[in-house]
């Protein structure tokens, strides 16, 4: 599966349109990592506990939305973009959305 | 009158080390972090981050998506200093520098990992910054910041010499 956020896949021609497919994920914080970057709260700087949950949990939206274009019959997501919103204390959604296209 | 001056005392001197502590880890870690990222900066200089989309005289080879997010937060001196100033208003330069670093860390791992699966820029980059806040009653927790940039890498044919991307200036 070809992605991108720009309107094409470059390098290749767009041959058919299959329409907006997404995929998120809703996460939360898991103890052990939130007493860490509590921790890590008093010096300041990255939290790296959080920095991975997220990006894998951005990574399985993304999968979820690969599963949703495949399932269309397209080999490409093109003008793919991310979302992030929280929802309560704790738990955020990330979201991912793009145009299922078939590429040649 | 001791036993009850002594848990305010412990308690004050407890914050006030923790102040201590935000505030020479915060600033280490801040100069440390400023360092690598020039450092990092200058080594990625070659490989542009654009935030259109690859200009028509590039012969785009291959594209794909590529990402780096960062999470940072501020130090306790910090975001004591941020509460008070916060008050009168007006600038929160410990917030422009947090966020500034988390900016840059974010497009920088991007470009890493465009480098590392061998494209030669970035193209369209958008960055999205969103607050992951974990506020307990006491207003105490965990704050967050994370930074997400994201872009098509895009590998570009340098043969038709300036079809290929060239250092800025």
């Known amino acids: 599966m070809l992605l991108s956020n720009v309107e094409t896949v470059p390098g290749r021609t767009i041959v058919e349109f299959y329409g907006v497919v997404s995929g998120s994920t809703v996460r939360a914080k898991h103890l052990g990592r939130d007493i860490a970057a509590g921790l890590k709260n008093l010096v300041g700087g990255e939290l790296k506990g959080y920095t991975e949950l997220l990006s894998e949990s951005r990574q399985e939206a993304v999968a979820r939305m690969v599963r949703e274009a495949e399932a269309l019959g397209a080999n490409a997501v093109v003008n793919v973009r991310f979302s992030t919103s929280s929802i309560s204390q704790g738990a955020a959604e990330l979201f991912a959305y793009g145009t299922a296209v078939r590429v040649e | ?169």
């Not at chain 2, 972090?33 to 542009?48: F, V």
């Not at chain 2, 670093?101 to 791992?109: G, I, P, S, Y």
């Open chain 2, 1 to 169: 009158m001791d036993s009850e001056a002594l848990p305010l005392l412990f308690g004050l001197g407890a914050t006030v080390a923790l102040l201590v502590l935000g505030f020479v880890a915060g600033s280490i870690a801040e100069r440390r972090h400023y360092a690598s990222i020039r450092q990092r900066e200058r080594d990625l200089l070659r490989l542009p981050a654009l935030t259109f989309e690859a200009p028509s005289t590039w012969t785009v080879r291959r594209g794909a998506l590529v990402a780096g997010s960062v999470v940072v937060s501020l130090d306790y001196f910090k975001r004591f200093l941020a509460g008070l100033k916060s008050l009168i208003g007006g600038r929160l330069r410990s917030y422009e520098t947090l966020l500034d670093r988390a900016r840059r860390e974010a497009v920088l791992r991007m470009k890493e990992d465009a480098r590392r699966r061998g494209f030669d820029a970035v193209a369209n980059v958008r960055l999205e910054t969103s607050s992951i806040a974990s506020a307990r009653r006491n207003g105490k927790g965990v704050t967050g910041l994370e930074v997400l940039a994201f872009g098509t890498a895009v590998a570009v044919d340098q043969l038709g010499g300036r079809s290929g991307p060239t250092e800025p200036g």
